[in-house]
């Protein structure tokens, strides 16, 4: 019954999962297990090196563990922590129609675009291209790209660290309504070094020598 359960809902399961990069004799990632497996919003913190990034690029499969199993039954989206190193398009609007379903009507495309550009406090910025926008623009059109992409699971690496607060109040309560709404809710798993930011987490957890520690509420979470 558990199992049948958890292969409907989207989630991600780590068994004993380690990772070195070629020609390195540490594993940077070791027997480290966790899981995710209901919809919310899940934030990981770590020193400077510790991983993150790497543990993002295995769960979406751009790199491959050398042992363990990772299970994951999600539709993923990524928002990469450098917004150069994704963004493929001139202008902020074929930006974002190369991650729209293509499948539905120009009015609603239109309607799509208009609506993540404001959540992510860029109305206006359609026509703009890319090489004008800001960093922390960039930022917001990258995460803007994740909203319009329907993915059931988004993964934001420092999502935030290039924006003012304003934006990234923004950004944090747009992610909240999607991961908390009460219909179809997704899932976030959102890395961090701002720590203002854990309280909008469901679960918190720390990445350290290559383990990730288990997930705990925001206000018993307590970062060593
Ligand atoms: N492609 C690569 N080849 C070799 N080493 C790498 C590669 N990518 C990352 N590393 C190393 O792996 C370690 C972890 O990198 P990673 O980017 O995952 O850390 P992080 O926790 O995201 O750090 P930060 O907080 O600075 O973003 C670092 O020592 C980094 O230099
Ligand atoms: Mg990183």
């Known amino acids: ?3 049948s359960l958890e292969s409907e809902i989207h989630h991600i399961k780590f068994k004993d999962v380690s990772f070195s990069y070629p020609g390195e004799k540490e594993n940077l990632i070791f027997k480290c297990n ?15 090196g510790s991983g993150k990034s790497t543990l993002l690029k295995l769960i979406n499969g751009i790199i491959k563990p050398q042992n363990g199993i990772i299970n ?24 974002l129609l190369i991650n729209v379903n293509q499948n539905i009507s120009d009015f609603e495309i239109n309607k799509k675009i208009e609506y993540v550009l404001d959540q992510v406090g860029l109305s206006g910025f359609e026509k703009r291209p890319v090489h004008t926008l800001s960093g922390g623009q960039k930022q917001r059109l990258t995460i803007a790209c994740a909203l319009i992409s329907n993915r059931n699971f988004i993964l934001l690496d420092e999502p935030t660290a290039l924006l003012d607060q304003t934006s990234q109040i ?19 798993l959102w890395i961090t070094h701002r720590y203002e930011e854990l ?26």
């Open 1 to 3: 019954m558990r199992d």
């Open 34 to 48: 966790f899981s995710i497996k209901k919809p919310g919003f899940w934030m990981i913190v770590g020193k400077n």
């Open 72 to 95: 994951c039954k999600a539709d993923i989206g990524m928002v990469f922590q450098n917004p150069d190193h994704q963004i493929l398009m001139p202008n902020c609007r074929s930006e």
């Open 170 to 188: 923004k950004v944090l309560k747009t992610i909240k309504n999607l991961t908390s709404d009460h219909k179809n809710p997704i899932s976030a």
């Open 199 to 224: 309280t909008y987490a469901d679960a918190v957890a720390e990445l350290k020598n290559g383990l990730l520690s288990g997930w705990k509420e925001p206000s018993k979470f307590q970062y060593n």
